[in-house]
């Protein structure tokens, strides 16, 4: 049988990739790669022969190890986990020993110094400089023991921070709570309720089976009045994976231990410079400051917010004070007081088939493209679905897949991943692919409608934000291409899709009853925009505090208790005092799940906040579906990728440098 992998295909064959292949493919395509970045040879110093070569070299690899990547994360069975941890460290040896080729170092060099190199257009200039420094910066300049030793550091990263994220899916997946009395449940909303006995029935149970999945933890914390079920739900959640059989705690130790010395063995003071060095914040002490500056701003505001709800909370009768498992229960009820809105009311009025469509039709009338299904498209499970992606002129530009139902053995979060670039000049059929996977609430009954609440609403326009910055990319090259920026630019275009979930006029195209089609009603809209800002301090300060985590993990020595320092980091930015066994570090994957990922960068979702509220003004001042600052955004922030300095692009959409302030008042916390 022919092995998938071999060779990149659109669509992609999905259904006929095997754990058996991953092996097999990623050993021919290890050769057929490192063939090609044989060719580069400091004699042959022309573009084509240098970095045209290395931008190609790895394509057929990457696609190889994304779509066996995804896979892993999204069915996660365990032979697809054994051949994909089997690859892996093999794989993360090749791409580290790339930009540790001292002939491949001394032809971009060599190239560096001819007359092409200075002709260059302004792209490719761009990407031999961050390439020529990326070598640089990754130990091309290392002796032969310093080269080593890097190779063995990212090789073992890539093996440890796997296993930290397999062991975070596990222990959640080994948590649940079976309960007999539907009593326990008061409060929660019915479709939760339903869903939990559903669960329990599946596997043979009697009663009401809870676990730590989104869709139910959520609205457990939020909406369930026995205070002992939330107590017991919160701190299993806050320790999962660091005790027991998925015990991330050495994990977490060795993994900042090699990062720190692999930031010293590259001459950076620590793990946070290495990773800013080319980004918008440029250092560790920069994202640090930008953060304290955004800290200090609001903490006024976070200290009189939970000066209110605690008030609130006394005066309807709290009987002690409140607890970490307390605030969301409390803030909801405040919220309901303050704004008569009940989030739950919503959720009739956002079936995802509507959601969807209704997406679709805001990415029509900013960016002029069409979406449509794709049932001829294999997928991976029942719950994926796949989706063309048209142009003005009819033609197909790309593609993307959805998979949103939580299952046990998937992932938990939300993300976006790039499949496969179509640079323009090759074959039409080489579309861009993406993925979008999610674990949204499913729908209560086989055949029944998904109903969502808002927080998921934005988490689809988020993810899709991405998407659409790998689908629209007209980057001609492809280490340029789609989502290839830095962090701290690549959450501008997910985050501002969030702010359509908020516009009237966006909203009246997708919020509508499933069962009568009638739209929200105006009351309850208004309501629904001024709880917008309920608790905003509370909101971002809760981000700013795992920032302040993860730069400070990544600018001092390591703790010897790493838990205990991330846990007195965290209750500085908590509205209530943390139990002793707060451990919520040990499933933090952003900075742990992979080698990189988001580590010393987590600042970057407050970063592009900033510039997301200052661009979403360009939209407001012209109406929120005007198609010409669509096209303007589309062409300017989503289609160079990597092609141009993200800073210049920010400063050319705006015409002028980005400004707090904008986050600040869009969050209503100015002044």
Known sequence: MENPLLEVKTPIPFDAVRAEHVAPATDALLERSQAALDAIRPENATYDATLGLLDDATAGLDYALGVASHLESVLGTPELREAYNAVLPKASAFYTKIVLSAPIYEALRAFSQTPEATGLPPNRKRFLDKTLDDFRRNGAELDAAGKARLEAIDAELSEITLKFSQNVVDATAAFELVLADKERLEGLPEGVVEAAARSAEERGKKGYRLTLQAPCYGPV?????????REELYKANVTRAAGGPFDNRAIIERILDLRAEKAALLGFSHFADLVTADRMAKSGEGAKAFVEKLRAAIAPAFERENRELAEFAKKEGAGAPLAAWDTAYWAERMRRALYDFDEETLRP?????????GLFAVVRALYGVEIEPDADAAVWHEDARAYRVLG????QIGAFY???????TKRDGAWMGGMVDRLPGTPREKQNVAVVVANVTPPRKPGGPA?????????????????????????????????????DFVELPSMIMENWCWERDALDLFARHHETGEPIPDDVKDRMLRARTFRAANALMRQLGFSTVDLTLHTERRPTDVFAAAREIFSRFSPTELPDTYAMVASFSHLFGSPYGYAAGYYSYQWAEMLQADAFGRFRERGVLDRDVGQEFRAVILAPGDGEDPGELVRRFLGRDPDERALLARLGLEG
């Open 221 to 229: 914390m939020t909406f369930a009045h026995d205070r002992t079920l």
């Open 392 to 395: 003005a002129d009819g033609g």
């Open 451 to 487: 109903l969502l609440n808002h927080r998921e609403v934005e988490t689809l326009f988020h993810e899709a934000g991405h998407m659409l910055h790998q689908i629209l990319s007209e980057a001609t090259v492809r280490s340029q291409a789609g989502t290839r920026v830095v962090s």
């Open 349 to 357: 009025y956002f079936p995802l088939d509507a959601v969807q469509k």
């Open 402 to 408: 959805m998979d949103l139902f939580p299952r046990e």
